[in-house]
Structure formats: C-alpha cells, structure tokens
C-alpha cells in the first residue's frame, strides 16, 4: 500500500492541495495526517472539507485541540494564541465537532501515528534524546510517525542510542529491521529554511519512505490570511520557511 504522510497542514488550502494533487500523482492510496490540521492559517473549513474528502485518517495536534476547546491557549505564544482564538471563532461548527472527535493516537499497518510523541502526544517535540526514548518506550510498533516540529525527519532505534537522518526533497529511506519513527514535515508551514510543502510516501510492499518537497501559491496563502484579518507576520514566515 502507499500511503501520503503528512503533518502540519495548519489550514492552509493552497499548500494541501498541492500534495495531495501530487500525492495522487505518485499512486498514493491513502493519507495519514500527524496532526495540527487548523490553527495559523485562514481555510479551517476548507482544509478539513478536503483531508475528510481524500479519506485522510487524522490525528489530534495541540492547534486542533484548544480550537475545540479540549486545551487552554496558555501553553501558545501570542501569535498561536491569537491564530486558535481567529480560528474557533471562524470555523463552522461541523469542522470544530470533526476536530473534537480526533484521537491522539492511531495504530494500523504496523505504525503508531502521533502529533508530537508516542508517550505525550499533544506537546512533545521528538528533538531530544530524552523525548526519543520516551518515544520509544511507548512505540509497541516496528514504526511510528509524528508530526509538530514542522521538520522533515527519521529517527531510528539504535543499541543504547539513536541514529536520524534529515532527508531532503526526493530523499529514499529504507525501513530496515530497525524500529524507526518518521516525520514527514509540514505541509502548510515548514520550518526547515524551504518554503515548500513537504511530505512523504510510504510504501509498505517496498518497504521505504520517499521525501518530496512541493512548490505551491504562497502569494495565495498570505492573501487569504491577510483578507482573514490574521496576523501579518503568518503570512510573511511562509515565504521564509520558518
Ligand atoms: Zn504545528
């Protein structure tokens, strides 16, 4: 089976209807999304209408959590904050019912999905050895995928220790015996210095991830969040990839 990974969609249409165009293109046959669905951009409605429509099977980030009103905004810096508070005002009740009923965790095919870890799902940030073994301890899986730090990467089990790897665009990483987790990058708003959407696909007949790296319309993103009344500076940092 192929399946589209992808995190971090963060309701922006544009960049997801360009992954997911290209998605389909290299015969992807299903869609695992890590997470963070809404929150920064200006299409909640729309994002989620067409992650519902592909069939994506989504799990809860801590943008879609305190828009349905599961968390607080304490934990957010102001511009997160103020881009949740835009977004449950502005999303339909339907989505904000659809983001409600997210788990924090999925299992299938053999891999666990997560939005920041498998041991603390809503705000881990797998970046650190300590969150890797916490990861790990609680992967019952030979694979894992996670999403929330908007940087593309593959963390494997080794010995003691760790082993990762920073694929780029078009990057192969074979699965091996190795219990390894992925992190296909962010969709909607990269944080690795390219501004293009990222995602992955995962094979399971062949056993390996491919990394790819989507130009989309950014000027059509800042101009839907611009007209939203969001925050300027959302729209700038989409260009910069930060
Ligand atoms: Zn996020």
Redesign the pocket.
């Known amino acids: 089976m192929r399946v589209a990974l992808i995190?971090?969609v963060?309701a922006n249409l544009p960049a997801l209807e360009a992954v997911l165009a290209e998605a389909e293109r290299a015969g992807a046959e299903a869609v695992w999304s890590m997470?963070?669905q809404v929150?920064?951009g200006a299409e909640p409605d729309a994002v989620v209408a067409r992650l519902r429509a592909a069939g994506a099977v989504c799990v809860l980030?801590?943008?879609d959590a305190a828009v349905a009103g599961i968390i607080g905004t304490e934990e957010f810096n102001p511009l997160a904050a103020q881009a949740v508070r835009w977004t449950a005002a502005n999303a339909s009740p339907d989505t904000v019912a659809w983001l409600r009923s997210l788990p924090p965790t999925v299992q299938s095919e053999g891999w666990a999905r997560a939005h920041g870890t498998l041991r603390d799902p809503m705000w881990e940030y797998l970046a650190t050895g300590r969150a890797a073994a916490g990861h790990f301890a609680a992967q019952t899986t030979q694979w894992s995928a996670v999403?929330?730090t908007?940087v593309p990467m593959v963390l494997w089990e080794e010995g003691e220790g760790f082993d990762l790897a920073a694929p780029g665009d078009d990057a192969i990483v074979v699965l091996d015996e190795r219990r390894a987790c992925v992190n296909p990058g962010?969709v909607g708003?990269p944080r690795d210095g390219d501004a293009r959407a990222s995602w992955a696909l995962l094979d399971t007949g062949a056993g390996d991830v491919r990394f790819h790296r989507v130009g989309y319309d950014i000027g059509a993103a800042q101009a839907r969040i611009r007209a939203a009344g969001l925050p300027e500076a959302l729209g700038a940092r989409l260009v910069r990839g930060r």
């Open positions: 995190s971090d963060h997470g963070d929150g920064y980030g801590n943008h999403g929330h908007h962010s708003q």
